[in-house]
Nanobody, 130 residues
């Protein structure tokens, strides 16, 4: 049974930083992409960032590009999201997600679609005050 547990959310002022973590357990994650998504009240869940199993390929939503950085530690089965220069519009519940793509996967459009992920964490709240 795959489990994803997010942590690191909280309340921060605009311009501040937070680092989210997502610890995965329950199987070997070789070949699994790890993604971050977010959902604000009244809005659909949206893509934030994704990283392939090798860590070589990453992709970001335009709204966070240059401010957020995704990384992973395959020994610890953990993915991170470093969020800098936070804005009030970044306020949302942040979810990590994973699904198998294969070790040779270098990323593609499907990584941005929530429907392409089978496993999700419970979410962590990020609130950015102005």
């Amino acid at each position: 049974q795959v489990q994803l547990v997010e942590s690191g959310g909280g309340l921060v002022q605009a311009g501040g930083s937070l680092r989210l973590s997502c610890a995965a357990s329950g199987r070997t994650f070789s070949g699994y992409v790890m993604g971050w998504f977010r959902q604000a009240p009244g809005k659909e869940r949206e893509f934030v960032a994704v990283i392939t199993w090798s860590g070589i390929s990453t992709a970001y939503a335009d709204s966070v590009k240059g401010r957020f950085t995704i990384s992973r530690d395959n020994v610890k089965n953990t993915v991170y999201l470093q969020m800098n220069s936070l804005k009030p519009e970044d306020t949302a519940v942040y979810y990590c997600a994973t699904n198998y793509r294969g070790r040779g996967w270098y990323g593609g459009p499907m990584d941005r679609r929530p429907s392409e992920y089978d496993y999700w964490g419970q979410g962590t709240q990020v609130t950015v005050s102005s």
